[in-house]
């Protein structure tokens, strides 16, 4: 193995809800309606889509506003510090003393960064790459793809660390090893599940699982 990248939302950070709760209130207050699949068809989508998404649910705003202000207030929701989970900086820190280590996100880059300042990972994550620098989001494999091309390595000699059906199914598409740490808020398709090379209990497992 080459190299190991992780996701964001949901692997690092307990931010899935945060996304959920902003987002639905965006919508409620601009007069749109939710739909039961909105919740994880977002999932994954780069900005631009989902900006896009909740333009189609009703919100009266051109795309690029809509992004605008739905990551201005999950700013607002970062501004004590991002919801780090337990352990996560700390499997990063012991898989990236064995292997160049990047963060391949749905999140706005002001958002990872956001994180890896609050961590102290900077200098330790060679790549931090969001979908919105690629043409598509999750399940595409392109922000993978771009990731370890980044890395200097090729997408099937590395693993990804991945919690939903959408970044999951990315992470395939891209060839990678996938380790998948199911999160427990908006738990995965088994079938998509079932796929991945190893099934974590929670990301401080991740540095035993790969024998470190």
């Not at 209130?25 to 909105?38: I, K, L, P």
């Amino acid at each position: 193995m080459d190299a190991v990248v992780f996701d964001l939302d949901g692997v690092l950070v307990d931010s899935e809800q945060i996304w959920d709760e902003v987002r639905r209130a965006y919508v409620a207050g601009h007069g749109g309606t939710w739909t039961d699949e909105a919740t994880r068809a977002q999932q994954g989508m780069s900005t631009p889509e989902w900006a896009e998404y909740l333009a189609g649910l009703g919100v009266s705003l051109p795309p690029e506003r809509i992004a605008e202000e739905v990551i201005e207030r999950m700013v607002a929701r970062y501004a004590a510090g991002p919801p780090v989970i337990a352990g996560g900086p700390e499997a990063v820190r012991a898989v990236g003393a064995a292997y160049p280590v990047a963060i391949a996100s749905s999140s706005p880059q002001v958002l990872i960064t956001s994180f890896l300042v609050a961590t102290g990972l900077e200098d330790l994550v060679k790549v931090a790459l969001s979908s919105e620098k690629v043409a598509k989001g999750k399940p595409a494999p392109d922000v993978y793809l771009e990731a370890t091309r980044l890395l200097g390595v090729d997408a099937s000699r590395c693993a990804a660390v991945e919690d939903t059906t959408n970044g999951l199914k990315a992470a395939l598409a891209a060839g990678m090893t996938v380790y998948a740490v199911p999160n427990p808020h908006f738990p995965p398709d088994p079938a998509v599940l079932a796929q991945a090379a190893a099934v974590l209990g929670e990301i401080g497992e991740l540095p035993g699982i790969m024998g470190l």
